[in-house]
């Protein structure tokens, strides 16, 4: 399975959410640190949560990363949250 695929899957079954976009970004940051041959390296989530609504911006970040657990997020040079 795909990192994009892990990052869908945790972030679907943890929040339902109404709406989720993953954009690997990793081919913009070509030669920058992090970065390996064939992507997934860099990442740009954007998810609207009913369960993430009501909390605060730093809370609503724990909660993702929580729900990715630190294998996944280890695996990941970059990730760029939208949580709206």
Not at 7 to 14: F, P
Not at 52 to 72: E, F, K, N, Q
Request: net charge neutral; aromatic share 4%.
């Amino acid at each position: 399975m795909t990192i994009a695929a892990e990052l869908e899957t945790r972030l679907a079954a943890t929040f339902a959410p109404e709406r989720l976009e993953i954009r690997d970004d990793s081919e913009k940051h070509r030669g920058h640190g992090g970065w390996r041959e064939g992507g997934e390296t860099h990442f740009t989530v954007i998810l609207r949560a009913p369960a993430l609504a009501a909390l605060p911006r730093l809370a609503r970040h724990r909660a993702v990363h929580a729900a990715l657990g630190s294998d996944l997020v280890g695996r990941i040079h970059a990730l760029a949250l939208d949580l709206g």
